[in-house]
């Protein structure tokens, strides 16, 4: 049986006091006793279990605790042998203060010793006469690990966000298998969810936000250079069928878009300051409302772009709308083909800022890559055909910038592979002439992905995991690292696909949700598990 460990701490700070927290030593006013909990999770025993004794995962020798002030100087240092940290570690000269980070590493024994865990806790306050505990949530390094606490629902084809103060915004995705109606055989009917929450990685938890305005599934997100997370398109059903024709049909949207004939809103915007979403008017020249299953939304200087996707029948747009400073959707000029499931990302160089379209087309004889020169009011002009080596008709990949001239995507289908999945990954690399085609680097898979979710690792490299090879749709655990350092990193706890990979903060990656495969029906997953590759 393979069990993973998640860690949790409550850092207390004491003055004074010594009723509130029993068996704290005081040393003065501006002294601290950090405790610890273990929580353990199992394939089998699927609760947390808290231990009673305060241990440390196995493997750790010593533990060195590091306190920062808010802009991020080193306050106190203190590193204890595992022997004296039975109960908690005594942190002397600690001043008072607000917005402290309080760093743990778990040190092996080996000279020089490695870190084996790490986990940390951000704005903690420390003052005299207050008692402080603060709930974090920790990592093995170089390991998987469960994460304790599940999401208020499972979900499944949603998307995940960083924000800026650390946490994660998850919205919408299927969080329901129909049990009224039927789409014929090994097919099961969706329902979109318009629940949104977040994870706070400080503590490995959940927290339920307001609802969206309409329910979205296959949407598309991007956090705005404000903070703000902008979402798009979606539908409120879908079919999941195994044994498709194609991986492109295996997950569908079952209406022409977001609410169907409802005319619920097509974009909205989250604040998260406010904690709040606002639906983003359309501008009179739209006409009618936009329809997009599968777009893709890029967040740019000026606004964003919301381009492509596909309606009910399954035909691609080439429309593009811009969504301005101001607030609001107006069409911008279309791309130069129709696409869905297609990558497009801002590419800045020396002379302004571009937008390339990756794959998605229909057709053998369009361009599989164009570039989109953007204007200084965030407009995009009509395009350009790229000329570069891209396999033909590349659908579905999962993409991740690895800076602001180079993209990496993975897996996905061609239409010459219509029922299985692809075993590449592809990295692009921009040059500083604008508007000019990638030099494009290939690597291969550990398996075909489709339905995969991939992130960008601390060293540079690309993280690809869980997905699934064909249209039996049986999920993958299995994980790959391409163009860095990493090799060979485990597999998931929980094999899955639909999912999303986030990197957080302290560089670990967030896997949400998906489709499990259970007694042999499909499960929507509610669990999330975090991945440590640091060394």
């Given at each position: 049986?393979?069990?993973?460990?998640?860690?949790?701490?409550?850092?207390?700070?004491?003055?004074?006091?010594?009723?509130?927290?029993?068996?704290?030593?005081?040393?003065?006013?501006?002294?601290?006793?950090?405790?610890?909990?273990?929580?353990?999770v199992s394939d089998a025993g699927e609760e947390c279990v808290r231990s009673?004794?305060?241990a440390l995962p196995p493997g750790i020798s010593s533990v060195r605790v590091s306190v920062f002030d808010g802009a991020g100087a080193a306050l106190v240092t203190v590193t204890?042998?595992?022997?004296?940290?039975?109960?908690?570690?005594?942190?002397?000269?600690?001043?008072?203060?607000?917005?402290?980070t309080i760093r743990f590493e778990g040190l092996s024994a080996q000279e020089?010793?490695?870190?084996?865990?790490?986990?940390?806790?951000?704005?903690?306050?420390?003052?005299a006469g207050e008692l402080v505990r603060v709930p974090l949530y920790a990592t093995r390094v170089g390991a998987e690990t469960l994460v304790c606490a599940r999401m208020n629902r499972g979900t499944f084809a949603h998307t995940a966000t960083a924000l800026d103060d650390g946490r994660v915004l998850i919205a919408g995705g299927f969080s329901a298998l129909s049990v009224v109606g039927s789409c014929g055989a090994n097919c099961q009917l969706l329902v979109a969810t318009a629940r949104a929450e977040a994870y706070d990685?400080?503590?490995?938890?959940?927290?339920?936000?307001?609802?969206?305005?309409?329910?979205?599934?296959l949407h598309a997100a991007t956090r705005l250079a404000d903070g703000r997370v902008l979402v798009a398109g979606g539908?409120?059903?879908?079919?999941?069928?195994?044994?498709a024709p194609t991986l492109r049909e295996a997950i569908v949207g079952a209406d022409g878009g977001v609410g169907g004939a409802t005319g619920t809103a097509f974009a909205e915007v989250y604040d998260?300051?406010?904690?709040?979403?606002?639906?983003?008017?359309?501008?009179?020249?739209?006409?009618s409302q936009p329809s997009a299953v599968l777009p893709v939304a890029v967040a740019l200087s000026a606004g964003a772009v919301i381009a492509g996707g596909q309606d009910a029948l399954g035909a691609a747009s080439a429309a593009r709308y811009l969504f301005t400073p101001a607030g609001a959707l107006s069409l911008a000029s279309s791309m130069v083909v129709a696409r869905a499931e297609f990558v497009a990302v801002r590419v800045v160089t020396d002379g302004g800022e571009f937008l390339a379209s990756i794959g998605g087309t229909e057709s053998v004889d369009a361009p599989e890559i164009e570039g989109?020169?953007?204007?200084?009011?965030g407009a995009p002009d009509g395009g350009t055909p790229l000329d570069a080596s891209v396999p033909e008709l590349l659908h579905g990949a999962s993409s991740v910038a690895q800076s602001v001239r180079v993209f990496d995507i993975a897996g996905g289908s061609v239409a010459s592979l219509a029922s299985t999945a692809l075993a590449i990954a592809l990295r692009f690399d921009f040059a500083d002439a604008l508007g000019a085609a990638p030099r494009v680097v290939d690597a291969g898979l550990s398996a075909p992905r489709a339905f995969t979710a991939a992130a960008r690792l601390p060293d540079g490299g690309l993280l690809v995991a869980g997905g699934v090879s064909d249209t039996t749709l049986v999920p993958l655990a299995s994980m790959d690292a391409l163009f860095g350092a990493l090799e060979s990193p485990p597999a998931l706890v929980r094999a899955r696909f639909s999912h999303t990979a986030t990197t957080l903060h302290d560089g670990t990656i967030l896997f949400i949700g998906g489709l499990t495969v259970d007694g042999g029906a499909f499960l929507i997953s509610d669990e999330a598990e975090v991945y440590n590759s640091t060394r």
């Open positions: 049986m393979r069990s993973s460990v998640a860690v949790c701490a409550a850092a207390a700070v004491v003055s004074g006091m010594l009723g509130a927290c029993r068996g704290l030593r005081v040393a003065g006013d501006d002294s601290a006793r950090l405790t610890f909990d273990e929580r353990a009673s004794t305060g204890k042998s595992i022997l004296d940290t039975a109960g908690g570690i005594d942190v002397v000269d600690l001043p008072a203060g607000s917005d402290r020089p010793p490695e870190i084996v865990w790490r986990a940390e806790a951000r704005g903690v306050t420390t003052g990685p400080t503590r490995g938890t959940f927290t339920v936000l307001p609802s969206m305005t309409a329910q979205r599934a539908t409120s059903s879908g079919r999941l069928t195994t044994l998260p300051v406010a904690n709040r979403w606002s639906a983003v008017p359309l501008d009179v020249s739209l006409g989109t020169i953007v204007g200084a009011d």
